[in-house]
Structures are given as C-alpha cells and as structure tokens.
C-alpha cells in the first residue's frame, strides 16, 4: 500500500535548521490498521503529512500502491482527492453545511451524480448511526457524533487509504470506544487502510501495528493482534 525509503525532513526558520524525520523506512501494507505514537516533536505529524501527501518537500522515496510519489506534486493531488481520506482530532466539519452535505461534499468534488451521492451517504449515514441526522448542523451534533460525520466523510469515496490525526482525543471513553469500533468494522468491511496518530492507548491497543516515534527516528516498531 504505502512504502517509505529513507524518508528525511528538516525544517528551516532563518538560520536554524530542525530535523524532524531522519532515513525513515516503513512498509504499510494493505487493510493494516496502524498507529503511530511518541511525545510531542516526535514526527508524528510530519510523517502522516508525508503518508498522506499533504507534503512533497522532503528527501527519500515515497511509493503509493507501487507508484513513485517523490516530487509527482500533480498527481499526489488526485491521489487525495480519490485515493485518500482524513479524519482529524476537531473534525474540522464545515459549519454552514449539514451532515449529509459535509458527507457528500468529497463526492461532489468527484462530480458523482445526484442520484448516487444521494444513495451513498445516506446508506453510510445508516452504517454510522446518524440517519437521523442527516439535516443537522455540525453545532447541533455531540463530539461524538461530529466524528462520526467526519469519518464518514473520510470514507464515502471509498478511499484506500486514511490519514487519521488523534481521532479520539477529545472523546470520553465510551465515544472513543464507539469511534475506535466503528473505525475497524468500516476498515474491514471496505478494505481500507488506517495510518493513525495516537497519543491514546484506547486507540493503540486496537491497532494491528503500533510504530514509536521519538527524534525523529523509529525507535520500535510492534505488531499485536487488534482486540
């Protein structure tokens, strides 16, 4: 699925460079569901940035599904739009947009028919418990239920690949929990691969793989069966 050679990153603000990732190699194979943990500064952001191509300026060899992604900017750009999805710690949902609309909106950008768009999200809507919500505005949906309109989204396009930012972090267990099960019955019902930034060890032990980050460097790299 993902493939990474000696990725490297530095960062320079005037005269002071900041490594962030030094020669990382990691292989992420299909359906995996992977977390990717260590302290603050670790890298953890940078490199699901990178495995998510939101970012090209780095040194290595990124490959997706076999295909060279290092300074391919262009199609990185359809690869986010079609192959990709993104679930973040503030769901960052449009606010002026329903749950349904914030949903369909990736497959508007995909200029998927009306019929379609109207068929998919309201059968996803159903997977993910919110049916009912499907005219709500994100301020009138709990923590809980705003992650779920945002996963949905991440997935209505049926993506290969999601990028998940600290999903559970501002959940209490019970959501987390929900979340964290909703996230793993989608994954295998779809086929999709999960690479997850998770200081949340509700979130870690769920994981097929959980990858250490510190200094910019893989310190450990577990595999563990998903609960």
């Known amino acids: 699925m993902l493939t990474l050679k000696n990725i490297s990153k530095i960062y320079t ?3 002071i460079q900041y490594q962030a990732l030094s020669d990382v190699n990691l292989d992420i194979q299909p359906r995996e569901l992977v977390a990717l943990c260590g302290p603050s500064g670790s890298g953890k952001s940078t490199l699901l940035n990178i495995c998510g191509l939101l970012d090209q300026d780095y040194q290595g060899e990124l490959c997706f599904a076999s295909e060279t992604m290092t300074n391919n900017r262009n199609r990185a750009m359809e690869l986010r739009r ?3 999805g ?3 710690q503030r769901f960052n949902l ?3 947009m329903t749950a349904f609309e914030n949903i ?3 497959l508007q ?3 998927v028919s009306s019929s379609d768009i109207q ?3 309201m ?3 159903d997977k993910v418990g919110l049916a009912d919500h499907a005219h709500h505005y994100p301020d009138r949906l709990s923590g809980g239920q705003q992650q779920r309109v945002a996963i949905a989204r991440a997935l209505i396009h049926e993506p290969a690949l999601v990028i998940a930012d600290e999903p559970t972090a501002s959940l209490d267990s019970v959501t987390a929990h929900q979340i964290i099960e909703l996230m793993k019955a989608l994954g295998r019902e779809r086929g999709t691969t999960f690479i997850i930034a998770s200081h949340d060890d509700r979130m870690t032990h769920h994981c097929d793989r959980v990858i250490h980050l510190e200094d910019g460097i893989i310190r450990q790299e577990m595999s563990q069966c998903a609960a």
């Open 119 to 121: 068929r998919r999200v």
């Open 13 to 15: 603000q005037g005269e």
């Open 104 to 106: 369909a909106y990736p």
């Open 82 to 84: 079609s192959a990709l």
């Open 94 to 96: 449009v606010p002026v």
């Open 109 to 111: 950008l995909n200029k």
């Open 86 to 88: 993104f679930v973040f």
């Open 123 to 125: 059968s996803l809507l």
